[in-house]
């Protein structure tokens, strides 16, 4: 089967005046539809700059990243930002939510921009809300600051379903909560990549790692281990 991530030799380097680094080293590996992947290792070990390009947020400076079999750095700005907004749902550690907005504003507002109807746009929102573990429905109308952490982050998942991308990638997406409230976060992953959901998680914490099927090691921009995990 044909990979739906395909990265090969990928190095990074970055420029200061006269003082080059190199944060990632001739990384290569692929990832499978369906598959739940966490790229772990210690702070600046190179897996953020490695998530920044494979969410088309960056470019590698040699290597070739590939996504649905197409070259990523020959692609138009528009093409970019249209993988962005379709073919990868991003879930962050600071949740980025609007705090103003409603739980359900939130979540039908990237709908917003494929001039989607408003009818249709709620609709999706709440399912997109159901299949991330929030449920209650006087929740939908409430203010992000008016839930807990893991309410959330679960509603910061909510949004980036809803366009139903074919990656979902979380940067360190329990980094804010307590291990409780993590655990329940971490289960609606594991929730959604039994649904089918192609799940890309960047954490530094090893137990979290391990709730994937497969853990990336990555350390001075360079893949240490790539395995199954021994909890699946």
Request: neutral net charge; charged residues 20%.
């Amino acid at each position: 089967m044909k990979p739906i991530i395909s990265c090969i030799d990928l190095t990074k380097t970055y420029t200061t005046g006269d003082i080059q680094t190199t944060v990632l080293k001739n990384v290569s590996f692929n990832v499978h539809q369906g598959e739940f992947v966490a790229i772990s290792g210690p702070s600046g070990s190179g897996k953020s700059t490695l998530m920044h390009i494979l969410g088309a947020l960056d470019i590698p400076t040699s290597g070739t990243y590939m996504l649905d079999g197409k070259d990523v750095s020959k692609l138009s700005d528009d093409e970019l930002a249209d993988i962005r907004n379709k073919r990868i749902g991003f879930v962050f550690q600071a949740f980025n939510l609007l705090k103003r907005a409603s739980v359900l504003h939130n979540v039908e507002m990237p709908l917003m921009y494929a001039n989607i109807p408003h009818e249709k746009r709620i609709e999706v929102a709440k399912k997109a809300l159901r299949d991330s573990g929030i449920e209650e429905e006087s929740h939908y109308n409430k203010n992000p600051n008016q839930l807990s952490g893991g309410q959330m982050q679960r509603v910061a998942i909510a949004r980036a379903l809803v366009n139903n991308p074919t990656i979902l990638l979380a940067d360190e997406p329990t980094g804010n909560l307590d291990q409780k409230t993590g655990q329940i976060v971490l289960n609606t992953f594991q929730n959604l990549n039994r649904q089918g959901r192609t799940i890309i998680l960047i954490t530094h914490d090893q137990y979290v790692a391990n709730h994937a099927d497969r853990i990336i090691q990555i350390r001075d921009g360079q893949i240490t281990e790539d395995k199954p995990t021994n909890t699946h």
